[in-house]
């Protein structure tokens, strides 16, 4: 079974500084995708990232990038210069079968 | 970019009410369709996959009798909630895949009540 874990269930940042979410995964697969959502108060599915896991580089997208760590089944969110519109529940999810698995979530608070 | 409409968005009904959920893939053909359930506070719950005129695949502890899926095109795809219970209300989310390489994207969700 494919599973993800995420073990902050809740985390908060002062804005402008920069927050990691964690996320781990467990998978049988060679190839798969890895994934950060956001789904703010109104419950929307926003992509934030996405991780091939062939690609050895980490992805990136303006001030989000993850620490994939292959080996260690580590996927991690870093969020810089953090913004009161990032405030949001953030899920870490793993495809499988194009089947896209979601962690428990994190819910990031914005300090201002 | 590629929309996925999802209606309705909100819906309150009485138990014992069927209630039907449409997941149209608007710029692109869905291939694969998905639906998700949220319950509050949790995380998302897949509970089916459905590919374009065949029948739906469940997950563990999905009743197929309660949750009716159809998905006869490549651009819209139901979820019939039958003789809906309050235990029944939550948040339903679809997702539409393309294939592999391909888009895939969610419908923004149907909050679903029931007295």
């Known amino acids: 079974a494919q599973t993800v874990t995420q073990s902050q269930p809740e985390m908060s940042v002062q804005e402008a500084e920069t927050v990691t979410l964690s996320c781990t995964y467990d998978t049988s697969e060679s190839d798969y995708y890895l994934f950060w959502y956001k789904q703010p108060p109104s419950r929307q599915m926003i992509l934030v990232i996405r991780q091939e896991a062939y690609k050895q580089q980490n992805a990136t997208e303006n001030r989000f990038s993850v620490n994939f760590q292959k080996a260690a089944k580590s996927f991690s969110l870093k969020i810089s210069d953090s913004q009161l519109g990032d405030a949001a529940m953030y899920f870490c999810?793993?495809?499988?079968?194009?089947?896209?698995?979601f962690g428990k979530g994190t819910r990031l608070h914005i300090l201002p | 970019g590629a929309v996925v409409s999802q209606h309705p968005s909100w819906v309150i009904c009485k138990s014992g009410t069927s209630v039907k959920i449409e997941c149209r893939s608007l710029?692109?053909?869905?291939?694969?369709m998905f639906w998700y359930r949220q319950f509050p506070k949790q995380s998302l719950m897949l509970m089916a996959t459905s590919n374009e005129g065949s029948k739906a695949t469940y997950e563990q502890g999905v009743e197929k009798d309660k949750f009716l899926i159809n998905h006869a095109s490549l651009t819209l795809s139901t979820l019939t909630v039958t003789s809906a219970h309050p235990e029944d209300s939550s948040f339903y989310i679809c997702r539409a895949a393309g294939g592999s390489n391909q888009p895939q994207h969610f419908g923004d969700g149907t909050r679903l009540s029931i007295l």
């Open positions: 999810a793993s495809d499988r079968d194009d089947k896209i698995i």
């Open positions: 710029d692109f053909q869905a291939t694969t």
